[in-house]
């Protein structure tokens, strides 16, 4: 008799259930100072939002896109978390500020394989129809152009994961509402199914994505396979600054060290007549 391993979790379908429950909830920036009278009483969430914001406690969010992005991904994230503490075998961590990935999942759901999601928010020019800047799907000339060293400010080497995955978040700013963020749509995509061929900045290392909408709904990118994706960015010649150079010789070192630790472990430990 044989055994197998349980069928792990869609995470894909899981992310994209998850998503079409999410709701934009922030109503605006608490200001302590207003004109309500104190105690305030609100029989429920909707009349406590108006109260606030008729006497003056309610503050706009940034209009700013990074602001505003920021505002977004954290309320995902947090939703997000929820979600799999609530999900049996399922376990997820976030990630830092400026690393990579912004949510680690992983658990005996998952057979205990690792998977990087990355929360990407743009906003829509004007039209609706193509996203107002290129997402920026990595920055690749460090853990995406050495994905088997561990950069500073990762959970791991980027070959660890099973899958690399972008949970896309794209909204309408609205410039006189108090949220701004009018509109949302969440897509989950794999990475490389949504990659263009074009950097999204002129001036750092970073790959883009396809900047139509209706290919990030399809996950129509600009190439056919997954080698593709990686035959073409890996081969495009990114530049390292000092410091990145800097960091990837401490990485090559470190590296070749817990080599040579892990060689001289498995020598100590043969039988002498070998």
């Known amino acids: 008799m044989t055994s197998s391993l349980p069928i792990p979790l869609d995470l894909v379908l899981w992310l994209r259930e998850r998503c079409g429950e999410y ?7 608490y200001h302590r100072s207003g004109t309500n009278d104190w ?9 406590l939002h108006a109260k606030l914001a008729l006497g003056g406690h309610l503050l706009p969010l940034p209009k700013e896109p990074a602001a505003l992005a920021n505002v977004l991904e954290v309320s995902i994230v947090d939703a997000l978390l929820k979600a ?48 107002e800047s290129r997402i920026t799907l990595y920055t690749a ?26 949970l896309l978040v794209l909204y309408t700013l609205d410039p006189d509402s108090i949220s701004r963020a009018h509109d949302l749509e969440l897509i989950v995509q794999e990475s490389w199914s949504i990659a263009s061929r074009q950097r999204s900045s002129t001036t750092r290392e970073y790959i883009g994505a396809v900047d139509r909408i209706e290919d990030l709904r399809a996950g129509k990118g600009a190439f056919g396979t997954q080698a593709e994706f990686y035959r073409y960015w890996r081969a495009f010649g990114f530049r390292l ?23 001289a472990q498995r ?5 002498a007549d070998q």
């Open 23 to 29: 709701i934009f909830d922030v109503a605006g920036i």
């Open 39 to 47: 105690p305030l009483m609100a029989v429920d969430a909707e009349d």
């Open 84 to 131: 799999t503490a609530e999900t049996d075998g399922l376990e997820a961590r976030r990630g830092s500020e400026r690393g990579y990935p912004d949510l680690e999942f992983s658990g005996a759901a998952l057979n205990g394989r690792y998977h990087a999601v990355d929360v990407k928010v743009a906003r829509r020019r004007r039209g609706g129809r193509y996203t």
């Open 141 to 166: 000339n460090t853990y995406f152009l050495h994905p088997n060293l561990h950069w500073p400010g990762t959970f791991r080497p980027f070959d660890d994961y099973l899958s690399h995955l972008d």
């Open 241 to 263: 600054s000092i410091q990145v150079q800097r960091q990837l010789t401490r990485l090559v070192r470190q590296q070749q060290a817990e080599i040579e630790t892990l060689r």
């Open 267 to 271: 020598d100590n430990a043969r039988p």
